[in-house]
T-cell receptor, first 115, second 111 residues
Framework: GAVVSQHPSRVICKSGTSVKIECRSL??????MFWYRQFPKQSLMLMAT?????????EQGVEKDKFLINHASLTLSTLTVTSAHPEDSSFYIC???????????FGQGTRLTVV | TQLLEQSPQFLSIQEGENLTVYCNSS?????LQWYRQEPGEGPVLLVT?????EVKKLKRLTFQFGDARKDSSLHITAAQPGDTGLYLC???????????FGKGTSLLVTP
């Protein structure tokens, strides 16, 4: 299968600062990347879908200005949590697909803790 | 709105027991996927079911897609502690532009 690498795996930041999470497809070109948020013992909640070179499509209730997504190339998407607060602490996971509705490959996830 | 309903949400069984997890929706899907996730890691795809009535087997795991392609089940035979994890069903939405997940079934298999 294809490999998706997410970095960092863990990050602790202070309230009010911004954190950038990277998602890279290592051995394939990802036409679409997805960002999810997951709370303990809960499922993955889709935050946004990003296509290379275009603006991300955010799910209802997700603040665009708070969660900035950039899909600059076919192998890299970034999620920036701006002005982080403790309630933003969560597990963030990205996934990537080669084609629409094809198999999705997931990154290892990023554990964000805002103190 | 929860598009995929999964049950049960939590399941704790002893090694050797059998179990079934269900994934239901009012919508018809062209395909449905099952994933398994361990704590602190991303989900890993187990299987994709495509045809109504399809049954796929993966060692002790049996996956079935409903005839109407609205529901699916995952059956585990003789569960082992290594089966412990979060089992998620997922389906493509919006003509394949979004992959949404059910709420998940957290399975604990004790020796």
């Amino acid at each position: 299968g294809a490999v998706v690498s997410q970095h960092p795996s863990r990050v602790i930041c202070k309230s009010g600062t911004s954190v950038k999470i990277e998602c890279r497809s290592l051995d394939f070109q990802a036409t679409t990347m997805f960002w999810y948020r997951q709370f303990p013992k809960q499922s993955l909640m889709l935050m946004a879908t990003s296509n290379e070179g275009s603006k991300a499509t955010y799910e209802q209730g997700v603040e665009k200005d708070k969660f900035l997504i950039n899909h600059a190339s076919l192998t890299l998407s970034t999620l920036t949590v701006t002005s982080a607060h403790p309630e933003d602490s969560s597990f963030y996971i990205c996934s990537a697909t080669k084609d629409r509705a094809a198999e999705a490959f997931f990154g290892q996830g990023t554990r964000l803790t805002v103190v | 709105t929860q598009l995929l309903e999964q049950s049960p949400q939590f399941l704790s069984i002893q090694e050797g027991e059998n179990l079934t997890v269900y994934c239901n929706s009012s919508s018809v899907f062209s395909s449905l996927q099952w994933y398994r996730q361990e704590p602190g890691e991303g989900p890993v795809l187990l299987v994709t079911v495509v045809t109504g009535g399809e049954v796929k087997k993966l060692k002790r795991l049996t996956f079935q897609f409903g005839d109407a392609r609205k529901d699916s089940s995952l059956h585990i035979t003789a569960a082992q502690p290594g089966d412990t994890g979060l089992y998620l069903c997922a389906a493509w939405w919006n003509s394949g532009y979004a992959l949404n997940f059910g709420k998940g079934t957290s399975l604990l298999v004790t020796p």
